[in-house]
């Protein structure tokens, strides 16, 4: 078919709208809209219709903004600020219990969830707290005890003077602040890579590692006798930090009720005192020491903030005397780059070890070891020389490539875990905020001054830096781009000198603005690392470049995945 | 720890922007919001996306540059893709670059230039007194692009449309729960969306998804023979103004509602979006036909089985 027929009846109904245009001149703009914008005939027909209509009727239909839906929510923020007869109630209140029992409703058996709430969950008023009974008829699972939640659409329920308060199927509950003490039916082990951040549980686990310590009071008042170690299933590994006498031998299966879980920075941990539970169990299946060793042994990418006790084999790529002074003394630490197939870090080591430049890439296994982090890049602490081994071969097959070991991850998923380096990622620019492009840093700290003025050195001589600090999304999950100087002008084609002439020419905004016609919207794919403070994720960008896509090709394999003909 | 009180964690967190076709998030009718001061609030689509930000591309259909009713200055636009229209605005609470980006568009797009935008938008929940519900965005960002940058995010919009066509698929095989959807595989993200949305939309035909998605593919493949249509029917290619809605209109707008509701009606009535929707296509405006829909109603000619459902009094 022609374009000639294949317009014949777009040209027609524009024809029939605008008698006065000349066919050939709406036939070209139906080519123009199909060949230059991908849009076609049928999308563009208003649009050419719109332009050959001399007279612009500015009456148009659509939606008004603005004007809100008002249900008549009762919002409170005290129970007793409640009437017998309230329905559709907003309030915030602490679950102080929740408890489900199973009851018959109309020949149906079903679970309803009752127990105590309280208002005034922040503690903001300065009388008592009320407490209510409430029942729970929608089931909702994050309900629990010690969570600060608020109640919507629930209503009061009397009976015999008594208020209570009915959560019902149509309310919503959101959670404002997770339970800080939940409670576990005791004596129900859970999996050690479930537990959960806080609370009391109890576990079974193997007894891996334990030795005796001290913690010193920070008044000086002496110190306590502790025991650290660390403990196993087959789910997963955590530390323990046993207040009280602990002497059982490594390898024991041992059940441990009431231990009270801590998380210190991202790691969790267990405590034992006076009202825990331990006593030796029996389980032949349960798994032995040696499988629950090699599951122990961390890589780069499971390294977390706070962990402690941990194996792991890496290559040491660079080793270097790092001196200090502090109390007047010079000191020193030697500071090393580490890397296996997972990712690159840090290790720090407070001791002389057996390493030498020369001697470099050196495999060695690491034990005992403890992590602290600093922006998102995990930092392996080596206090003594016995917790490293020099391994003759590394476990896995091939060299390293340092210069590209980059792991790729999903976005979504680098989001919803912790911070970690040597990443790749791709997703789509949905913003370009205003102050990208050139900006000042202090000369001292690399802060970005504003209005001339570093927050931590006053008023400053700044050094010029160039940065994009952009928003990258995929898949409902976002998170903030940060792209320094070399990889943002690389991705804008660009170079520092130009940069600075066209926002002198134009102003940053303009300038901004051209930014955005270039990115906004484009799929890009990212090198560098991610920091996951819990305030939002930021990936410390140090390589962007357009993800190159061939829309046909994309398109054509949609098509065979999903079955579309 | 005891001790101290737990700030309550509040933060605001960035919601995400979804890659979505204008006929999923047009065709919403459904929203949520939290009650707290910086509560987001979210349209939930019939496939179970809760949206607060959305990144959309298409042709500037529409500019113009209104006064409202308070004297303040609002730009209103319409943006079309292969699937449908948004309706988006621009007015003073609009960032600086925002408003400058829109006064400069309003000069080309008055020139006649096709143009090509990618947007990123807030999205808009609105309800009319007699409960129809309208969608339309306020873009935060914006940028005019080539036809190629157009024909990726093309793709990519096909690609998360069918992601959760794919999910809503899944959703209606296991009962619901967040459990069994997790247990089915559904994305810990979509679970909320997914069963507000199924709550509320009950059954829905998702074919004209999939047609939207392979006209949107068809155009990223450059098959423009195969993506072209018949013209649309726009005897009303301008919206009347309501002065001007005769008696004469009124009876066809008429006998057009019944034969929209005939033709529609699979026994429980036909609802007030699609109703609304169809008589868009032919032409007529919102207003109008809320309006004949609010007569027939009090003159008997069409009966509400439940709120916001019509059908023909037999």
């Not at chain 1, 014949?8 to 000349?22: F, K, R, S, T």
């Not at chain 1, 489900?100 to 127990?115: H, L, P």
């Not at chain 1, 430049?357 to 602490?381: C, E, F, K, Y």
């Amino acid at each position: 078919m022609s374009d000639d027929d294949r317009y014949n009846d777009h040209i027609a109904a524009v024809l029939q709208e605008c008698p006065g245009a000349d066919r050939d001149e709406v036939k070209s703009a139906f080519q123009k809209y199909e060949e230059e914008f991908f849009i076609p005939p049928q999308d563009a027909i208003r649009s050419i219709i719109r332009r050959f209509k001399s007279e612009s009727d500015a009456t148009p239909s659509t939606p008004k903004a603005g004007g809100q839906s008002n249900r008549p929510t009762k919002k409170v923020s005290r129970l007793s600020e409640l009437k017998a007869d309230d329905r559709d109630i907003e309030i915030e209140v602490e679950i102080v219990s929740h408890n489900v029992r199973e009851q018959m409703i109309r020949g149906e058996s079903k679970s309803i969830a009752f127990g105590l709430l309280e208002d005034d969950p922040w503690q903001e008023g300065s009388g008592e707290r009320t407490r209510w009974e409430y029942k729970d008829w929608g089931n909702n699972s994050n309900i629990t005890p010690g969570s600060v939640v608020r109640v919507e659409g629930a209503s009061v329920n009397e009976y015999q003077g008594r208020m209570s308060l009915n959560i019902n199927q149509s309310s919503r509950i959101a959670v404002l602040r997770e339970g800080s003490r939940p409670v576990v039916a005791p004596g129900e082990p859970i999996d050690i890579a479930t537990l959960p951040n806080d609370g009391y549980v109890c576990v079974v686990g193997r007894l891996m590692s334990s030795r005796a310590d001290q913690i010193h009071r920070r008044d000086g008042s002496g110190s306590i006798d502790v025991v650290r170690g660390r403990l196993a299933d087959e789910s997963g590994a955590i530390g323990f930090l046993s207040w009280e006498p602990f002497e059982y031998e490594v390898g024991t299966l041992l059940k441990i009720d009431g231990a009270q879980v801590k998380t210190f920075r991202d790691t969790p941990e267990l405590n034992f005192g006076r009202t825990t539970k331990i006593e030796p169990f029996h389980d032949a299946n349960f798994a032995n020491t040696d499988t629950l060793k090699e599951g122990m042994i961390s890589t780069i990418s499971t390294l977390r903030d706070g962990s402690k006790d941990v194996e792991i084999v890496v290559n040491i790529t660079s080793w270097e005397k790092r001196t200090f002074t502090k109390d007047g003394e010079e000191r020193y630490l030697w500071s090393g780059q580490i890397a296996d197939p997972t990712g690159q870090c840090r290790v720090s080591a407070w001791t002389d070890l057996p390493i030498d430049d020369s001697s470099l890439p050196m495999t060695v296994r690491i034990t005992d070891a403890r992590v602290r982090a600093w922006q998102g890049i995990p930092d392996i602490t080596i206090d003594r020389e016995e917790q490293i081994t020099v391994l003759e071969e590394t476990p896995w097959e091939g060299e390293l490539d340092l210069e590209n070991l980059r792991i790729d991850v999903p976005l979504d998923e680098l989001v919803a875990g912790p911070s970690r380096v040597g990443i790749a990622t791709r997703g789509t620019i949905v913003s370009v905020r205003e102050d990208s492009g050139t900006i000042m840093r202090c000369p001292e700290c690399r802060r970005v001054l504003r209005e001339g003025q570093c927050f931590e050195h006053g008023a400053v001589e700044g050094n010029e830096d160039v940065r994009l600090r952009l928003v990258l999304d995929d898949k409902a999950s976002t998170c903030a781009l940060l792209i320094s100087k070399d990889a943002a002008l690389a991705l804008l084609n660009t170079d520092h000198a130009t940069m600075m002439d066209e926002i002198q020419a134009n102003g940053s905004m303009a300038y901004v603005q051209s930014i955005r016609d270039m990115l906004l919207g484009c799929e890009v794919d990212v090198t560098g690392r991610i920091i996951n403070d819990g305030q939002g994720a930021m990936i410390l960008c140090d390589g962007a470049s357009f993800t190159e896509a061939d829309t046909g090709l994309i398109a054509t394999e949609l098509r065979a995945q999903w079955g579309l003909q | 720890m005891g001790v101290a009180v737990m700030e309550p964690s509040r933060q605001i967190q960035r919601q995400p922007a979804w890659t979505m076709l204008a006929s999923e998030f047009g065709e919403s009718t459904l929203n949520e919001k939290g009650s707290g001061e910086f509560d987001p609030t979210f349209v939930i689509t019939k496939l179970g996306a809760k949206v607060n930000r959305v990144i959309v591309s298409g042709l500037v259909e529409r500019l113009e540059l209104r006064e409202t009713s308070n004297g303040s200055q609002m730009y209103q636009g319409q943006l079309r893709d292969p699937s449908g229209l948004h309706y988006f605005s621009v007015g003073e609470y609009a960032s600086e670059s925002m408003r400058e980006f829109v006064v400069q568009l309003l000069d080309k797009v008055d020139s006649g230039e096709p143009i090509l935008l990618s947007m990123t938008a807030k999205a808009r929940w609105y309800q009319t007194d007699e409960g129809a519900v309208y969608t339309s965005l306020r873009p935060e960002e914006a940028a005019i692009v080539s036809r190629e940058r157009y024909a990726s995010w093309l793709v990519r919009a096909c690609a998360a449309t069918l992601e959760r066509l794919d999910q809503h698929q899944k959703s209606l095989n296991c009962e619901p729960t967040k459990e069994a959807m997790l247990k089915e595989g559904i994305h810990p993200k979509m679970v909320d969306g997914l069963l507000s949305a199924q709550t509320h939309y009950g059954q829905i035909d998702t074919e004209g998804y999939r047609l939207n998605v392979m006209q949107a593919l068809d155009i990223a493949e450059g098959k423009m023979a195969a993506a072209t249509t018949a013209p649309p029917t726009l005897n009303l290619s301008e919206p009347q103004s309501e002065d001007d809605a005769s008696a004469g209109e009124g009876e066809e707008l008429q006998s057009v509602i019944l034969e929209c509701i005939q033709a529609m009606d699979n026994g429980e009535g036909v609802d007030f979006e699609s109703l609304v929707r169809n008589l868009a296509a032919r032409g007529f405006t919102r207003e109008q036909s809320e309006a004949e829909l609010d007569t027939m109603s009090d003159d008997g000619v069409l009966h509400e089985p439940r709120f916001g459902w019509f059908k023909i009094v037999a």
